[in-house]
C-alpha cells in the first residue's frame, strides 16, 4: 500500500489541506481536475492516481446557501461520494469519507454514539447523512468520520472570523445556546492518517469499517469558544473585544442547525486506539498561528 499515494480529495478545503503536509504520501485533489459537479472527472483522476487508498474531505458546506441549492449540496454531499466509493470498492481498497454532527437534531441532551437515531434539521445535515448512507452501501471498506465545528490556520472558519472581527469591533455577541466539539483540522488530519497508516500495516480488518465519531475532546458553546479565543489572543496581545452571548432565537439564519450536537469518540478510540486532543490546546495553537502570521 505504501508504494501507491492517499488521494485526497477536497483542494484547498481545510482538512485536505491539513493532509497536504504528510508530503509524497498524499496526493491532494480539488477544483476544476476533480469537480463534484463534473462526475466525469472523478473516474478520471481515480485511474490516474492509482491510490492505495482514498480520504473524501470534498463537500458542500455552505450550510446556509444549502437551503436554496439542494440540488448543489446532494451532488455533492452525495452522488459524488457515492460514485468515488463505487470506484474504490471496484479497485478493492478503502474510503475513508468525512461527514458531520449535523446529522443529528440536536435533541438528545447528551453526546451521541454512532447508533443513535440521525434526524437532521437542514438540507446541509440531509444530504451529508444521505452521503453517509451511499458510501457505506457501495464500498464494503469504508470509515465514515463525522466531525465537528472544524477549524483551522487557513481557510474560512469560525476562530478565523472572530479574530478578524475582534480587530475593528469593541463587541461582538454570539450564539451561546448551541453545544458542540470544535475540532481542528490538523488533529483530524492526524487521525486520518493513523487510520490510514493501521490499515496498510494490518491490512483491512472488518471491524474497521462504519461509521465512528472524530472531534476534539471536551465541548463548548459557539460563545464560550469565541471567548476562548479571545482568551489565547489576549495573552498574545491581540484586541479583545466583549462577547456577549445570545441565544439562537435572536440570531435566525436560514438553516436550523442542532441546538447539542456533542458526539461521543469512545468507538475511535476502542476500534483505532485514537482521540483527538482536548479543543482548547488545539485552539490555542491555532490562535498563535494565526496570529504569527498564518497564510489565510
Avoid at 451532488?75 to 474504490?88: F, K, V
Amino acid at each position: 500500500m505504501t508504494a501507491r499515494p492517499i488521494l485526497v480529495t477536497g483542494g484547498s478545503g481545510q482538512v485536505a489541506s491539513a493532509l497536504a503536509v504528510a508530503g509524497d504520501t498524499v496526493r491532494v485533489v480539488g477544483r476544476p481536475e476533480f469537480d463534484f459537479d463534473r462526475p466525469e472527472t472523478i473516474a478520471t483522476m481515480f485511474h490516474a492516481a492509482e491510490p492505495a487508498l482514498v480520504v473524501n474531505a470534498a463537500a458542500y458546506t455552505a450550510v446556509d446557501a444549502a437551503e436554496k441549492d439542494a440540488a448543489a449540496a446532494y451532488r455533492a454531499n452525495r452522488d459524488g461520494p457515492a460514485a468515488l466509493a463505487l470506484l474504490c470498492a471496484g479497485a478493492g481498497i478503502p474510503l475513508i469519507h468525512i461527514s458531520t454532527d449535523y446529522v443529528f437534531d440536536g435533541t438528545k441532551g447528551a453526546p451521541y454514539v454512532e447508533t443513535d437515531a440521525v434526524a437532521p434539521r437542514c438540507v446541509y445535515g440531509a444530504s451529508k447523512l444521505a452521503g453517509e448512507q451511499a458510501v457505506l452501501a457501495a464500498c464494503p471498506c469504508a470509515v465514515v468520520l463525522r466531525t465537528s465545528w472544524v477549524y483551522a490556520a487557513g481557510g474560512r472558519n469560525f476562530v478565523r472570523t472572530m479574530l478578524a472581527l475582534g480587530r475593528t469591533r469593541e463587541h461582538l455577541t454570539v450564539v451561546a445556546d448551541q453545544k458542540g466539539c470544535p475540532t481542528a483540522a490538523a488533529d483530524l488530519a492526524a487521525a486520518i492518517l493513523a487510520i490510514a497508516g493501521r490499515i496498510a500495516a494490518s491490512g483491512w480488518d472488518d471491524r474497521f469499517g462504519g461509521l465512528f465519531h472524530a472531534a476534539g475532546e471536551g465541548w463548548t458553546s459557539w460563545h464560550g469558544l469565541a471567548t476562548a479565543i479571545f482568551e489565547e489572543a489576549g495573552r498574545r496581545g491581540a484586541a479583545v473585544p466583549r462577547v456577549d452571548p445570545i441565544t439562537t432565537a435572536e440570531w435566525p439564519t436560514p438553516a436550523h442547525r442542532p441546538a447539542d450536537s456533542r458526539l461521543d469518540c469512545a468507538r475511535l478510540a476502542a476500534v483505532w486506539g485514537i482521540r483527538l486532543p482536548h479543543w482548547r490546546s488545539s485552539v490555542s495553537s491555532t490562535v498563535a498561528a494565526i496570529l504569527a502570521g498564518a497564510p489565510p
